[in-house]
T-cell receptor, first 113, second 111 residues
Framework: DVKVTQSSRYLVKRTGEKVFLECVQD?????MFWYRQDPGLGLRLIYF???????EKGDIPEGYSVSREKKERFSLILESASTNQTSMYLC????????????FGPGTRLTVT | SQKIEQNSEALNIQEGKTATLTCNYT??????LQWYRQDPGRGPVFLLL?????KEKRKERLKVTFDTTLKQSLFHITASQPADSATYLC??????????FGAGTRLFVKA
């Protein structure tokens, strides 16, 4: 079974802090994604990576950056956390493009105070 | 702009009945449509994919229909069980890396 793990289930940070969310997948998938999920809005794509060191912006990249130094690991960075970044963050991976059948991690619920 | 609409009201049904969830979309020409299940506090889990040239697809107690003229998909769970209680997400893809997700419909199956 594909396993996608995320570094934290719950995180509380202060406004202005730099925040790192890490995601690891164990199935040698090429593609990895970061989404945020807010009530009533569905999942929104922040960033996508199709290979090591390769990334594409999603629909809401402002205030975020990403890093993919190894194939299995995809990190989301909040350069200076703000309260409007309080959300559930979900990492996913998929083998092929188009990105069907995405495998999701358990999510990190981030609260910025 | 592209939009996916799923019924925001929860669906409550009795065990053994068929649950039917709706997904409507606008301003989009999907190559495929997917359904995911999400339990509270967990990430979504892939259930089914149907392509634009397919009308219907089945998997065990699940059935999905896809009408590109109506821009609608229906997701059916037959002989529903309390364990089917979850939020179900509809997702559309155009063949690239982006998938657009709906906000989901919460299903409650009562014993």
């Amino acid at each position: 079974d594909v396993k996608v793990t995320q570094s934290s289930r719950y995180l509380v940070k202060r406004t202005g802090e730099k925040v790192f969310l890490e995601c690891v997948q164990d199935m040698d998938h090429e593609n990895m994604f970061w989404y945020r999920q807010d009530p009533g809005l569905g999942l929104r794509l922040i960033y996508f990576s199709y290979d090591v060191k390769m990334k594409e912006k999603g629909d809401i990249p402002e205030g975020y950056s990403v890093s993919r130094e190894k194939k299995e690991r995809f990190s989301l960075i909040l350069e200076s956390a703000s309260t409007n970044q309080t959300s559930m963050y979900l990492c996913a991976s998929s083998r092929d493009l188009p990105s069907t059948m995405q495998y999701f991690g358990p999510g990190t619920r981030l609260t910025v105070t | 702009s592209q939009k996916i609409e799923q019924n925001s009201e929860a669906l409550n049904i009795q065990e053994g009945k068929t649950a039917t969830l709706t997904c409507n979309y606008t301003n989009y020409s999907p190559a495929y449509l997917q359904w995911y299940r999400q339990d509270p506090g967990r990430g979504p889990v892939f259930l089914l994919l149907i392509r634009e040239n397919e009308k219907e697809k089945r998997k065990e107690r699940l059935k999905v229909t896809f009408d590109t003229t109506l821009k609608q998909s229906l997701f059916h769970i037959t002989a529903s069980q309390p364990a089917d209680s979850a939020t179900y997400l509809c997702a559309l893809g155009d063949g690239g890396f982006k998938t657009i997700f709906g906000a989901g419909t919460r299903l409650f199956v009562k014993a």
